[in-house]
């Protein structure tokens, strides 16, 4: 499994923590940044990595800003992405078994990097619960966004 991860200058320490989880379970990543104490635009490092989850150069994506808020706001505005708003465990394990969430946002004004890491950890390790009523749902998502790109 491959992993994008981005941060903008509000997530940085989380982002690191991660990437070192992510090197210690051996899995692949691509790091899009950021690399900055100053203030930048978290759409500008939220649409690139959800981009590359879309368009499956990824299989899934971690963002981290100060409130996870804003990561999650934008990422959710590119096509296939369902990228969940997560701060404990049991939603984690939720989010993938019932909403096939390809995509985790964290707040690290909100959590430390000891939570953000077993949030991850499991996050990583659940899967999505094919072929039960949480599948009807996610296609009437999937419909809706699909009729809205093409009729708007
Ligand atoms: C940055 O100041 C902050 O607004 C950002 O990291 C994030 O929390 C936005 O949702």
């Known amino acids: 499994m491959k992993i994008v991860i981005a941060s903008d200058y509000g997530g940085v320490t989380i982002r690191k923590e991660i990437i070192s989880l992510l090197k210690e ?3 692949d990543y691509i790091d899009l ?3 900055c104490s100053t203030s930048v635009d978290y759409p500008d490092y939220a649409f690139p990595a959800a981009k590359k989850v879309a368009d499956g150069e990824a299989d899934r994506g971690i963002l981290i800003c100060g409130t996870g808020i804003g ?3 934008a990422a ?9 708003l997560v701060h404990d465990t ?3 394990k939720a989010t993938r078994e019932h909403n096939d969430t390809n995509m985790l946002a964290m ?3 909100v959590i430390g990097p000891g939570l953000a890491r077993d949030i991850v950890k499991v ?3 659940a899967s999505f619960d094919n ?16 009729n809205q790109l093409l009729h708007g």
């Open 107 to 109: 707040g690290e004004r």
């Open 71 to 73: 990561m999650s706001i």
């Open 90 to 92: 049991f939603s984690a």
């Open 33 to 35: 940044g950021c690399d």
């Open 25 to 27: 379970l051996k899995m």
């Open 76 to 84: 959710n505005k590119i096509q296939g992405v369902r990228c969940a």
């Open 131 to 146: 072929g039960s009523r949480h599948e009807t749902r996610i296609n009437k998502i999937n419909e809706f966004e699909n």
């Open 123 to 125: 996050w990583l390790e």
